[in-house]
């Protein structure tokens, strides 16, 4: 079983699981507004679905007790009217999905009477944050989020008992699991002892390749030699590797920059992966020959065996920000932003003097710039944007928790793992496996403690 039920809004609207987050590197303390510290919020972005979800369900009945406590007939059927499964997928027949369903709502049942033994509570605060949240993640405000339930056959009080319940699941969960798991650094160690090597599980190499004919002499070969140390050397001074493969590279692969593709480190050839075995990502290998000719290698990206990546992208991105509020409502900013980005668009505006013009972030007088950015620096609903853009490219107007923003990604690099973040990688993995293992453990316990009685099954 996932460890992270999405939050109410999900289970509401589509009953389905999250997985839990993948570890990123380490945030920073301090930027600007868009990138200050993220409240509890849903673990995933939830998208509401356009069409009504209610429907006519069969007669009522009571499908199991748990504890007493009944799992009624139209729970189940509701979580089948709102499942939603990805293209492709297949679903088991009816009746074992209906099983697994009731099952999932006996194991939520178990852990939601934990929560009430020991005392558990979610404030008012924390509801109606977690409702500003759902409603800021499909670009809407609560009273525009309430209509759409409306229109869908639910209403703002299912979303808030739902809320709550998903809220108290997380909370239990974090008192009766989480918050015991603790990582020494002797376990860390261990782990780097046993995975840590010089052996490359996975490469992706860019190649140039200056062919030697069969049979030339040496003054040839050395001439040929000559010509590709001297593009190694431009290609270590700066110039676009890329470039250089296209306009050089006598290889099939030079209309894609030369690059080979992520693969296992032994499908490539044993000189290719010990000229690169000691580089860090972007760098150049020495020269190297072959029976082709002589191979000018970039390391494009490498993974170790047991560890995490060798290197992170970071983004750098601008953004022009405005903030509703009595003289500025949301749609009035969208609709401006809007404006902004057609003037940025068609050349007669440029990004950096309308946001020192109107943007309403610190990052104004810098033109917007945000600067470099590791991975789960901003808070989600701006970072899944971001993250979707090109080099370049102009997001639409974007609603978050600061207020309404147009972004634009300036560019990406990738940023090579240090011994502390490698560390901190190692400790959030350990973690993760033992709080899912134990986390599984409690709540077998919890279900093999409890009272289930099986009635008669929904249809």
Do not use: C
Request: no cysteine.
């Amino acid at each position: 079983m996932n460890k992270s039920l999405v939050l109410a809004s999900a289970l509401l609207l589509s009953g389905g699981l999250a997985s839990a987050q993948a570890q990123q590197p380490p945030k920073a303390d301090s930027r600007p507004a868009a990138a200050a510290a993220k409240p509890a919020q849903a673990s995933a972005t939830t998208a509401l679905p356009t069409a009504p979800a209610a429907q006519a369900l069969p007669a009522n009945h009571v499908v199991v007790l748990v504890n007493s406590e009944p799992v009624t007939s139209h729970e189940v059927l509701a979580r089948l009217a709102r499942l939603q499964t990805p293209a492709g997928t297949q679903l088991p027949p009816r009746a074992e999905l209906l099983r697994q369903l009731t099952e999932r709502l006996i194991l939520e049942r178990v852990q939601l009477q934990a929560a009430a033994e020991l005392g558990l509570k979610i404030d008012e605060a924390a509801l109606v944050q977690a409702e500003e949240n759902i409603a800021r993640q499909n670009g809407l405000n609560v009273e525009q989020l309430r209509a759409r339930l409306k229109a869908m056959g639910e209403d703002s009080d299912s979303l808030r008992a739902n809320l709550r319940h998903e809220l108290l699941l997380q909370r239990v969960r974090e008192r009766e699991v989480d918050s015991r798991i603790r990582i020494g650094e002797q376990e860390i160690d261990a782990y780097l002892a046993e995975h840590q090597s010089s052996e490359l599980a996975e490469l992706n190499l860019a190649q140039l390749l200056i062919r030697v004919p069969e049979g030339a002499d040496a003054a040839t070969v050395e001439r040929l030699r000559q010509r590709a140390e001297q593009l190694a050397q431009r290609a270590r001074s700066g110039a676009d590797f890329t470039a250089l493969v296209r306009e050089f590279s006598e290889a099939p692969d030079k209309a894609n920059g030369g690059q080979l593709g992520l693969r296992s480190a032994e499908r490539y050839p044993t000189l290719f992966v010990d000229a690169v075995r000691s580089l860090q990502t972007g760098q150049i290998a020495e020269v190297v020959r072959s029976g082709a000719g002589f191979h000018l290698l970039k390391l494009v990206e490498k993974r170790n065996a047991g560890l995490a990546d060798a290197s992170y992208t970071q983004t750098r991105a601008r953004h022009i920000l405005l903030r509703p509020g009595a003289q500025l409502s949301q749609e009035a900013a969208i609709a401006r932003l809007q404006e902004l980005r057609q003037r940025i668009g068609n050349g007669s505006a440029r990004f950096e003097e309308l946001a020192r013009q109107y943007s309403q972030d610190g990052s104004a007088s810098a033109g917007g710039d945000l600067g470099w950015a590791n991975p789960g620096m901003f808070v989600p609903e701006f970072e899944q944007v971001m993250s979707r853009l090109a080099p370049g490219q102009l997001s639409e107007p974007l609603v978050s928790r600061f207020g309404v923003h147009l972004i634009q990604v300036q560019e990406r690099r990738q940023v090579p793992l240090s011994a502390r973040e490698q560390r901190e990688w190692v400790r959030n993995l350990l973690r993760e496996q033992k709080a899912e293992q134990a986390y599984e453990t409690w709540v077998r316990e919890l279900r093999a403690r409890a009272y289930i009685e099986y009635r008669e099954p929904p249809q």
